[in-house]
């Protein structure tokens, strides 16, 4: 069976500066992928280039088996959906309006149901009719969160889908996109919180200027080694509580600069 | 107030104000006069209720809705409340059209301002177009907008400089502050044509606007046909404001105001806000007409100029109330 989504050496430039440089991964039904990397490694852009958003120089990106730009928009919508990191919303439609244009195909009525009950699994049920615009930042993230549920796509990418929200949402925002892995969607996020990837990803892209430094299950690409020379961390992945966490400090002695 | 009801209070104000703009004018009438317009049509009554005063009030409706709808959709598409039919340059473009052919001695020929000026604002608009399909940033294509509009005043004004006769600016200004004066059954035929097509993209677009909410990225994954619909936003909302420049001149606020007056009941949604708008602006334009024509000033007051002093403050009234919820 072919990946959900593959992307084989992607090459992007944002000006003259080179944003993605020769970097790929795969990600196959059923699994959630974590891509780490500090500020500026090129996790956005990967997923912007994967998803034919941005021009890429070189490189290939396919859903399911078929190169991104060859398939027409309807379709593609019907292959994966998206969570931009860029929270804004324009206007103030209602919450359960927004949710529901996470599957403009479907009868206006079936999308509301469909828009209602995962509105419902983040826990904004009760909140259909309140304006996006009149919600906290929280609120809204999780709004847009079951937007992307909605559209009930099998390959759900979402850009720091936890950034920015207090503990619990963040846990909820996981396990939410968790559970679609386990029910058999491949699953794509970024996150700077490195404990919290390790705990919710069955594998980890980590990027470093442009290129994956390391891919493999948390505790190997996770590896001292990688989090000194790219986080410029000194620590490791350790157990606590039955969950993995990152026990780490700056490194004294700075990794030194790539570029 | 539901959008529905909303709705209907529109359609029944624009009803009532059109009613009222045929009843009313400058030759009283007496109800006896009204009898025979209705029963004779042939007779002088007749003739000023429908020959002069109802194309002239359907006229007024029709650039009114025009402009509502334009500034609707560009206030959709830019993500932007302050956008407004002359927000791209089409407006610019069509008044230098009508001002080339003044200058050029073609007043004379019926028609040949309103075609020319026609001509500027398909122009720009096809320019516009072919802009959005590569510069997809709202900011980009307003600053765009603006450098077409600033392009098109300045040959403008170089016709004016250039032009032998000074009647020609006079005559150029008189025409830009906007009019809907002695428009005949005709005139609303052929400005009627280019502004339903305008109208029916618009109305095509309107779930792509709806979706541009979320921004340019989930909306190109959407599954919509993000260009085609954004590129039907464009050339509609630019068929629409120089359908309505071509045939009335350069009316300002009602495009800006008319979205924001009800958006109060319609909601935010930028699809929603379309229909409402155009009756609004229907509604604004139709009185604003009629305040021109009974306000007993030496020269009748243009078209322009009304929409404007009534206009001004009455969005700024909007804004603030606007404001004020936002704060709150």
Redesign the interface.
Do not use: V
């Given at each position: 069976m072919s990946a959900a989504w593959s992307l084989e050496g992607l090459v992007v430039r944002h000006g003259g500066r080179l944003a993605l440089d020769g970097a790929g991964f795969t990600v196959s039904a059923g699994q959630m992928v974590g891509v780490l990397g500090p500020n500026g490694s090129g996790k956005t852009t990967l997923l912007r280039g994967g998803l034919g958003l941005v021009r890429r120089e070189a490189g290939a990106a396919a859903l399911s088996g078929r190169p991104v730009e060859s398939i027409p928009a309807t379709e593609r919508a019907r292959l994966v959906g998206y969570l931009p990191q860029e929270r804004r919303v324009s206007w103030n439609l209602g919450s359960l309006d927004i949710v529901a244009l996470g599957a403009p195909d479907l009868p206006p009525a079936v999308a509301r149901d469909i828009a209602a009950d995962c509105l419902h699994r983040v826990g904004l049920g009760g909140f259909e009719e309140r304006g996006v615009l009149e919600m906290s930042g929280g609120e809204r993230a999780r709004v847009l969160l079951a937007r992307l549920l909605a559209t009930r796509a099998p390959l759900l990418v979402a850009d720091e889908p936890a950034a920015g929200l207090d503990p619990d949402a963040q846990l909820l925002t996981l396990e939410l996109l968790r559970a679609e892995a386990a029910r058999g969607a491949a699953v794509v996020i970024t996150l700077h919180d490195l404990s919290l990837a390790a705990r919710f990803c069955d594998r980890l892209v980590v990027l470093s200027q442009g290129r994956v430094a390391a891919d493999g299950p948390p505790a190997e690409a996770l590896s001292p080694g990688i989090l000194h020379s790219v986080f410029g961390l000194d620590g490791a992945l350790v157990e606590a509580g039955g969950e993995t966490v990152l026990a780490a400090r700056r490194a004294v002695q700075r990794p030194a600069p790539g570029r | 107030m539901t959008r529905r009801r909303g709705l209907v209070l529109l359609a029944v104000l624009l009803l009532a104000a059109v009613v009222v703009a045929v009843l009313v004018g400058e030759t009283p009438l007496r109800a006896a006069d009204y009898l025979t317009a209705l029963t004779r049509p042939g007779s002088a009554p007749g003739e000023i209720l429908w020959t002069i005063r109802a194309p002239r009030a359907a006229m007024a409706a029709l650039i009114g809705a025009a402009l509502g709808l334009s500034g609707a959709a560009l206030q959709?598409l830019l993500?932007n409340p302050l956008a407004d039919p002359g927000v791209l340059g089409v407006s610019a473009s069509a008044g230098l059209g009508a001002g080339l052919a003044i200058a050029l001695g073609l007043a004379a020929i019926p028609g040949a301002i309103e075609a020319s000026a026609l001509v500027g604002a398909l122009v720009a608009g096809a320019l516009v177009v072919a802009l959005a399909a590569r510069f997809r940033e709202p900011e980009t294509l307003i600053l765009l907008g603006v450098s077409i509009s600033a392009f098109a005043g300045a040959l403008s004004s170089l016709v004016y400089n250039l032009s032998p006769s000074p009647v020609t600016t006079a005559e150029v200004l008189s025409w830009m502050l906007g009019s809907v004066a002695n428009r005949g059954w005709p005139d609303l035929l052929t400005t009627a044509i280019p502004a339903a097509l305008g109208a029916a993209l618009v109305a095509w677009s309107a779930?792509g606007l709806?979706?541009?909410?979320?921004?340019e990225?989930?909306a190109?994954?959407?599954?919509?046909?993000?260009a085609r619909l954004r590129a039907a936003a464009v050339g509609g909302a630019a068929l629409l404001a120089g359908a309505s420049v071509a045939a009335a001149g350069i009316i300002g606020f009602v495009g800006l105001a008319a979205p924001h007056l009800v958006r109060r009941f319609s909601?935010?949604?930028?699809g929603k806000t379309l229909l409402p708008s155009a009756l609004a602006g229907a509604v604004l334009l139709v009185l604003a007409d009629l305040a021109a024509r009974v306000i007993p000033t030496e020269q009748e007051l243009k078209l322009g100029v009304v929409t404007a002093l009534f206009g001004a403050p009455l969005f700024a009234l909007v804004a603030w109330r606007a404001a004020r919820s936002w704060r709150s």
């Open positions: - | 959709g993500r779930r709806t979706m541009l909410t979320l921004g990225e989930t190109a994954l959407s599954g919509l046909p993000m909601g935010d949604d930028p």
